[in-house]
C-alpha cells in the first residue's frame, strides 16, 4: 500500500512538473486572429442564440480557453493601436476612426516576437498607418511581411492591397508562393483592384496564410497577425454561404468561422498543430441595429458606446498541446493585456510603461477563477471614459451595477460622500483606478486628471480620490499611491495615510474588503454544458 501512494506521488509530481514545462515552452508559431465588430454574443460558448454560426471557433473554446470577461474599445482604430501598443488610446493617440500614424515608440507587438526569432508577418485591415507611405510596417512596426488592405468599403471582392513582398503583384496573386519572401528594400508594391471579378479577399488572405504556414522550413517560428475584413459593412452574402444563416451578417459571421477552421487545418496539414497556439478575438461589438439573439432574448449592436454590447470581445486560446481544454475563464482582461499575454507566451521581455497586465498564466493554469492582479478593464471612445470591473461600472460620472452581461443598473447618489458608504466601495476603487490610470505619468492628458463626480462636481489636479477615515470623499494631490490619502511630503510614490478600507503596508494601501467586490453571477456556456461562476 505504502508502495502504491509513493508512486501515485511521484506520477502526480512527474504530471505536475510535465504540465510546468509544457506550460513555459514557446511555441513555434503564433496567430492571432482578429475580427471586426463582432462581439462575444454572437458565439455559442458565450450564450448565443445563433445556432451553429460558430462551429469551428466553439469547437477551439472547447479544446482551449475561453475568456469570459475581455473588453475593448467600442471602435476600429483605438483597439487596434491598444492591441499594437499596449497602452490606453490616449497615450497613443489614436482616439477615433479618422486617418492615423501610430508613432513608432508605440508600435510594439510584432517587435517583440522578432526579438526571439520569429518571422512576422501581418495580413488584412491595419488602419493604424497612413496606408499612402511605404514600409511602415516593416519599417517601424517590427513585420518582416506585410500585405495590408488600402481601403474598406470596396474590399470584399478583388480589394486593393499594399505589400512589401517584392514577388506579389496582380499577375501572381492567385498563385503566389511564399517560398520567395523576398522583400522590396525601397517602397512598396500596390495590388489596386484586381480585374478578376472571382478573388473574394477574405478567403485569398485565409489562403495566403496557410500558403506562408506551408513555405515554413522545420522549426522555423512565425508570429501572424491576421486582421479580418468581417463582419464590418459593407454587408453582404459571402460566396457559398448563399443559403446558410439568418440574413448577410450572420452569412458573414459564418464565413468568419470557416476561415479561423481553414487556417486551424492548415497548421494540422502541417503537421505543427502541437506547436502553435491560435488566438481569436474582435475590435469591438456591431453597430446600432444589428440585432442579435442571445440567452432568450434580443442583443442590439453597440458600437461606440461603452456598453457590453459594444466592449465585451469573444478571447479564445488554443494550443492543444499546453493550453488545457475546456476552461471558462473568470480572468479580468481587456485590450492592452494581449501584448504581455503573447510575450509571456513566447517568452519575450515586456516592454515598460504599458498598461496592460499579462493572463498568461490564467490561460496555462487550467483553472477557471485563476485571477491576475488587474482590478479595472478600461475603455473610452471620444469624450467617454469608462471603467469597470465583473460586477461594477463607471462611465463618466455615473455608476452602475452590472450583475450579469449586458445588464445594467444604474446606481444614483445625491452628494459624493454617499461614496464613501461601504456598499459604494467597489465604486470608490474604480474611480481611483481609473483616475490614477487616466493621469499616469509620463503620457498625461495634458496634465492632472479633471473627472466629474456625483453630484456633478468638477474635481481639478487630482491624482487620485479617496475617502477619509470620517467618510469625506476628497481629492488627492501629490500622490502616485493608488487608495492613497497622503503622500510622504519628498516621495510621491510612498503612502503615509490611506483611504477608508484599506490598510497601510510598506507604503502602499491594500485592501482590506477585497473579496467583497465581486459579485457571483452565473453563466451557461452552451459548448460545455456548465455552469460557471463569474
Not at 107 to 134: H, M, N, V
Not at 198 to 222: C, H, V
Not at 378 to 397: E, G, K, L, P, Y
Request: net charge negative; aromatic share 10%; with cysteine.
Amino acid at each position: 500500500l505504502l508502495m502504491g501512494v509513493v508512486v501515485l506521488v511521484l506520477s502526480c509530481f512527474i504530471g505536475c512538473v510535465a504540465s510546468l514545462v509544457s506550460a513555459t515552452r514557446s511555441p513555434q508559431g503564433v496567430i492571432f486572429m482578429l475580427s471586426d465588430d463582432i462581439g462575444a454574443d454572437s458565439f455559442q460558448v458565450y450564450g448565443s442564440d445563433r445556432r451553429n454560426s460558430t462551429p469551428n471557433l466553439d469547437d477551439m473554446a472547447s479544446k482551449g480557453y475561453t475568456g469570459a470577461h475581455f473588453y475593448v474599445n467600442p471602435i476600429c482604430a483605438p483597439t487596434r493601436g491598444i492591441l499594437t501598443s499596449s497602452r490606453y488610446m490616449f497615450r497613443t493617440g489614436i482616439k477615433n476612426n479618422a486617418r492615423h500614424d501610430i508613432k513608432e515608440e508605440h508600435c510594439l507587438l510584432a517587435k517583440g516576437f522578432q526579438q526571439q526569432g520569429y518571422k512576422t508577418l501581418q495580413i488584412g485591415k491595419w488602419q493604424i498607418s497612413r496606408s499612402d507611405e511605404p514600409q511602415r510596417l516593416a519599417d517601424r512596426c517590427g513585420y518582416d511581411y506585410y500585405i495590408t488592405l488600402d481601403g474598406e468599403l470596396n474590399s470584399r471582392y478583388n480589394g486593393a492591397f499594399r505589400t512589401n513582398l517584392a514577388a506579389l503583384t496582380n499577375e501572381t496573386e492567385t498563385d503566389f508562393d511564399f517560398q520567395n519572401r523576398t522583400v522590396l528594400q525601397e517602397g512598396e508594391n500596390l495590388l489596386p483592384q484586381s480585374e478578376l471579378e472571382d478573388i473574394y479577399r477574405p478567403q485569398w488572405m485565409a489562403t495566403m496564410i496557410s500558403n506562408f504556414i506551408q513555405s515554413l522550413a522545420p522549426g522555423e517560428k512565425f508570429f501572424i497577425y491576421h486582421c479580418m475584413l468581417l463582419n464590418h459593412k459593407p454587408f453582404h452574402v459571402p460566396p457559398g454561404f448563399e443559403n446558410e444563416g439568418d440574413g448577410r451578417f450572420d452569412s458573414m459571421l459564418r464565413f468568419v468561422d470557416k476561415v479561423a477552421g481553414d487556417i486551424r487545418e492548415g497548421v494540422e496539414q502541417a503537421g505543427i498543430a502541437e506547436d502553435v497556439m491560435l488566438m481569436f478575438t474582435s475590435d469591438n461589438g456591431p453597430r446600432e441595429g444589428i440585432k442579435t439573439p442571445w440567452n432568450g432574448g434580443i442583443n442590439s449592436g453597440g458600437k461606440w458606446s461603452c456598453k457590453d454590447e459594444g466592449t465585451r470581445m469573444p478571447l479564445i486560446a488554443y494550443w492543444p498541446s499546453v493550453v488545457p481544454p475546456g476552461v471558462y475563464g473568470n480572468v479580468l482582461s481587456e485590450a492592452s493585456d494581449i501584448l504581455p499575454t503573447l510575450y509571456d507566451c513566447i517568452g519575450a521581455s515586456k516592454p515598460d510603461q504599458i498598461d496592460g497586465i499579462s493572463f498568461w498564466n490564467q490561460i496555462v493554469s487550467g483553472n477557471p477563477t485563476s485571477r491576475n492582479s488587474r482590478t479595472f478593464a478600461f475603455s473610452q471612445t471620444q469624450n467617454i471614459i469608462s471603467a469597470r470591473d465583473h460586477t461594477h461600472r463607471i462611465v463618466n460620472h455615473r455608476m452602475y451595477h452590472s450583475p450579469s452581461f449586458y445588464e445594467l443598473d444604474e446606481v444614483v447618489v445625491s452628494n459624493t460622500n454617499e461614496l464613501c458608504e461601504v456598499s459604494m466601495q467597489p465604486f470608490l476603487h474604480l474611480y481611483s483606478d481609473m483616475i490614477n490610470a487616466v493621469a499616469w505619468k509620463p503620457y498625461t492628458i495634458g496634465g492632472r486628471s479633471s473627472i466629474i463626480v456625483p453630484p456633478d462636481n468638477k474635481m481639478t489636479n487630482c491624482w487620485g480620490f479617496a475617502c477619509t477615515q470620517e467618510g469625506v470623499f476628497t481629492c488627492v494631490e501629490n500622490c502616485d499611491v493608488r487608495h492613497c490619502l497622503v503622500c510622504d511630503p519628498s516621495d510621491v510614490n510612498i503612502c503615509t495615510q490611506c483611504s477608508k478600507w484599506f490598510d497601510l503596508v510598506d507604503g502602499r494601501c491594500i485592501s482590506t474588503l477585497s473579496t467583497t467586490t465581486t459579485t457571483t453571477t452565473s453563466t451557461t456556456t452552451s459548448t460545455t454544458s456548465t455552469t460557471t461562476s463569474t
